[in-house]
């Protein structure tokens, strides 16, 4: 019995990890968006899409190609998530959930109901990262026509329409695909301590701190070198 208490101990612990680191990089975010990749991505974007829109004939097609670029990597994101959501939905359906796979368990509770809850978890965060790259294809495909408008033609007559207009509006567009793609990046991350659940609580545990350690190299920079006025630039671009 002490060993199916493994799962009420030791997997909240694992998810409050996930969950306080992502706080705190959203805080960090925030507040010193200059210290993460995705603040500095943030404001490169802005500056890119403002070049891209200065000279729409010289750029157009780099433009276009880099924003369809971005849509590729959302769309095989977006089928991998749904072939993997049917995959165990499936496995959920003819009973893969159950009790066959209690050889492969390491600890931990090994009842039908827990392997169910197991599989509707990793079925959860797999359906949640294809709507999330759904929402990112449609900001780039919006983007990729917005990107095309040369700002110096331009002919407004209300400073709404100028707004529509600027730079700053696209690059809203661009940044946002990239936040959506970057949180269903997220959701498989979430998938591999969900994932090795199935073996039982410990290998789960174990997983959320390598994860957390492994992302902070990949979510912190101190390499920054950029003149004043981007931090402006990046609250607009993230708007």
Known sequence: ?????????????????????????????????????????????????????????????????????????????????????????ALMTNGGGGRGG?????????????SSIKFFAILACFLLAFLLNVQSIRYYSHASILINVPIGKTRASSASSRQLLSAEYVAKAVNRGSYFWSLGLRCFYFSFPLFLWIFGPIPMFLCCFVLVFMLYFLDVTFDWGMGGGTEKELEEGRK
Do not use: C
């Not at 209690?102 to 827990?114: H, K, V």
């Open 1 to 89: 019995m002490k060993e199916q208490h493994l799962d009420y101990v030791l997997v909240p612990i694992g998810l409050s990890v996930m969950v306080a680191y992502h706080a705190w990089l959203f805080y960090r975010i925030v507040t010193r968006s200059t210290t993460t990749v995705i603040g500095l991505n943030a404001i490169n974007r802005l500056i890119w899409v403002r070049t891209m829109m200065e000279d729409p004939a010289k750029y157009g097609v780099l433009s276009v190609q880099t924003l369809r670029n971005n849509i590729m990597a959302s769309t095989l994101l977006a089928s991998t998530a749904i072939m993997l959501s049917s995959l165990i939905a």
């Open 102 to 114: 209690e050889a492969l368990i390491l600890y931990g509770n090994t009842s039908d109901r827990w």
